[in-house]
C-alpha cells in the first residue's frame, strides 16, 4: 500500500543521526596516569630485603653516634684528634693501680726505715734518770734529754709523713697531668686523656681527679673507695669514676 509523498520529504529520504567521534581503546597512544600518592590511594610498600635490594639499616631509636659518645656500648669511643679508641675495663685499671701501689710502698718502705733508723738513734742516746737523785742537776739534765729525744722523735715522723704526701702528690698528680699515665697504667698500656679534646688533662684536671679520692680518704677511706669503685656505677659505658667526670677524663687503652 502506497501512500502520498510528504510534502516536507518529497524524496522520502531517513533522517541521518549525527555521529559521535569515535573513542580510543584504553591504553592506545594514551599512557594512564597513575593516581598521585595522598588522594585516597596507598602508597605502594617499599619492596623487601632479600630480592636483589640491599637492606638498609636504621640507627638505634634513640641513638645518634657523636665524637664523645659510646658506639653501641662496644668498649670504643670517638674522641676528637684520636679517632676511635678503646676504653680501658676496670681490670686494667685495678692492675694498674696495683702496681702504682707497689711503686709507691717501697719508697714508702725506704722513707719510713730512715725514719725508724733515726728514731732509734735518737733514743738510744737518752739516759735512765732512774739512776739519779730527784732534785740533782744530772737528773734534770737527764730529764730534759729525755724531753728533747720525744720531740725529736715526734719531728722526724712528721717530717716522714709530709715526704710521703708530698711524694704522693708528684707522683699521681704531676704524671697524671704532664704525661697522662703513672708507671702501673703506662706498664698496662693505658692513658688518661681529656674526653672533649684528647690531650693530657693539664695540671688543673690532673689535680681534680687526683683529689677528691684524697678527700674521701678522710671518711675512714671509704669515700676514696667508693670513687675507685664507682665507674661500675657509669651507665653509659665510658666507664668513669666520680674524679674523671669532675676532671672531664677517660681512662683508655693505647
Keep these: 500500500m502506497s501512500y502520498p509523498p510528504d510534502p516536507n520529504n518529497p524524496y522520502n529520504q531517513q533522517p541521518q543521526q549525527p555521529q559521535q567521534p569515535p573513542q580510543p581503546p584504553p591504553g592506545y597512544g594514551y599512557p594512564q596516569q597513575p593516581p598521585a600518592a595522598g588522594y585516597g590511594y596507598p602508597q605502594q610498600a617499599p619492596p623487601a630485603a632479600g630480592y636483589g635490594y640491599p637492606q638498609q639499616q636504621q640507627p638505634a631509636y634513640g641513638y645518634q653516634p657523636?665524637?664523645?659518645?659510646?658506639?653501641?656500648?662496644?668498649?670504643?669511643?670517638?674522641?676528637?684528634?684520636?679517632?676511635?679508641?678503646?676504653?680501658?675495663?676496670?681490670?686494667?685499671?685495678?692492675?694498674?693501680?696495683?702496681?702504682?701501689?707497689l711503686a709507691v710502698g717501697a719508697v714508702i718502705a725506704l722513707v719510713m726505715a730512715l725514719g725508724l733508723a733515726g728514731s732509734l738513734g735518737i733514743v738510744k742516746d737518752t739516759d735512765d734518770c732512774t739512776q739519779y737523785s730527784y732534785g740533782t742537776i744530772s737528773y734534770d739534765d737527764c730529764l730534759q734529754q729525755q724531753t728533747d729525744a720525744a720531740t725529736g722523735v715526734f719531728?722526724?715522723?712528721?717530717?716522714?709523713?709530709?715526704?710521703?704526701?708530698?711524694?704522693?702528690?708528684?707522683?699521681?698528680?704531676?704524671?697524671?697531668?704532664?704525661?697522662?699515665?703513672?708507671?702501673?697504667?703506662?706498664?698496662?698500656?693505658?692513658?688518661?686523656?681529656k674526653?672533649?679534646?684528647?690531650?693530657?688533662?693539664?695540671?688543673?684536671?690532673?689535680?681534680?681527679?687526683?683529689?677528691?679520692?684524697?678527700?674521701?680518704?678522710?671518711?675512714?677511706?671509704?669515700?676514696?673507695?667508693?670513687?675507685?669503685?664507682?665507674?661500675?656505677?657509669?651507665?653509659?659505658?665510658?666507664?668513669?669514676?666520680?674524679?674523671d667526670r669532675a676532671a672531664g677524663t677517660l681512662v683508655i687503652k693505647k
Design 66 to 101: 657523636m665524637p664523645g659518645t659510646l658506639q653501641a656500648n662496644n668498649g670504643y669511643i670517638n674522641i676528637a684528634q684520636l679517632g676511635t679508641v678503646k676504653i680501658a675495663s676496670m681490670g686494667q685499671r685495678f692492675v694498674a693501680r696495683l702496681i702504682d701501689g
Design 155 to 193: 719531728a722526724t715522723m712528721m717530717i716522714m709523713i709530709g715526704v710521703l704526701a708530698l711524694f704522693n702528690l708528684l707522683y699521681e698528680w704531676l704524671m697524671v697531668s704532664l704525661v697522662g699515665a703513672t708507671l702501673g697504667k703506662m706498664a698496662m698500656g693505658l692513658r688518661v686523656v
Design 195 to 243: 674526653e672533649s679534646t684528647g690531650q693530657t688533662p693539664g695540671l688543673g684536671g690532673g689535680f681534680i681527679r687526683f683529689i677528691i679520692p684524697i678527700v674521701g680518704a678522710f671518711l675512714c677511706y671509704i669515700g676514696a673507695l667508693l670513687v675507685y669503685l664507682s665507674p661500675f656505677f657509669d651507665n653509659s659505658g665510658k666507664l668513669q669514676g666520680w674524679h
